[in-house]
């Protein structure tokens, strides 16, 4: 006869329900090791079923070390922002990402193959998402480095992730004003020498076409590319963006000295950009 004990220290190894502990011990002759085993093979099989699903909703949580040096982060999905607020989840995500801090790991790949309790951080993953009942997912994990300042900022309630490194030491509020500038207006680059040719020539290409149709003339088209190429570069380089806190002066004019060596950026949105690593 199983008894309350055993299925109540069941549930609590395993975060399943009283139905499927019950199950499961039955099918075990209430050998616990046994049942766990089964309830983490079906979580993984049900989870397995959920991978068409879209988990779109989640929590982006951020950290840096003591010494302001190192940061990390990762991107925790689920498909309902119900699940996204849940304890479990949460606490989830707090979990995963003190092992990316204490194993420095960057990639998706890498963190999901990592060690957590007794499996790995994609057993892990896999269990709760059979107790919870919905497709859950971790899209992005980074660790990023400096020999300067490491600024982590959170936005929105975790549904934006900023990591930012400038190249001097004891520069944490000015990285905290960078990086929710980078929050705020999403830069692909740094600066203007980081975009690649090939997509200004296609900013050109579709200018010139433009001004043709407008019926601008010849000898004005260059000046015009000219100034909306420097429009371009204002919304897609982080130094030429108007610093968000005061609209007359550029971010490049509020470093001074300081420069940005790299960022890393996470939306529950979709979008994610890697700039200067």
């Known amino acids: 006869m199983l008894n309350t004990k055993t299925i109540s220290e069941l549930r609590e190894k395993t975060g399943a329900g009283i139905v499927d502990c019950k199950k499961a011990l039955e099918e075990t002759n ?36 003591n010494d302001n040096n190192e940061g990390y982060m990762v991107e925790a999905n689920a498909e309902t922002d119900f699940v996204a607020l849940n304890e479990k989840f949460q606490a989830f995500a707090d979990q995963v990402l003190a092992i990316i801090k204490a194993q420095k790991i960057t990639g ?80 692909k680059y740094i600066s203007r020498e980081q975009v690649p040719a090939e997509e200004i020539n296609k900013e050109k290409e579709m200018y010139t076409d433009e001004l043709k149709r407008e019926g601008k003339p010849e000898n004005m088209i260059e000046k ?18 108007e610093f968000i806190k005061d609209d007359t002066k550029k971010i490049k004019d509020v470093l001074g000295e300081v420069k940005i060596e790299k960022f890393i950026v996470y939306s529950l949105a979709g979008t994610s950009e890697r700039c200067g690593l």
């Open 108 to 187: 998706r790949d890498a963190l999901l193959a990592a060690s957590m309790d007794n499996g790995t951080v994609k057993d892990n993953l896999d269990n709760l998402s059979s107790v919870i009942g919905e497709k859950l997912d971790i899209k992005n994990a980074d660790t990023l480095s400096s020999s300067g300042t490491v600024v982590a900022y959170s936005h929105m309630d975790g549904k934006i992730g900023v990591l930012v490194a400038l190249d001097k030491t004891g520069q944490a509020e000015l990285g905290h004003d960078i990086a929710m500038q980078i929050a705020a207006m999403h830069p």
């Open 30 to 65: 209430g050998d616990i090791h046994k049942a766990a085993e089964i309830l983490r093979e079906k979580g993984i099989a049900k989870a397995a079923k959920r991978t068409d699903r879209e988990a779109s909703e989640g929590v982006i949580k951020v950290a840096v070390n």
């Open 224 to 241: 015009i590319i000219v100034g909306k190429l420097n429009k371009y570069f204002g919304e897609t380089c982080l130094v030429d963006q």
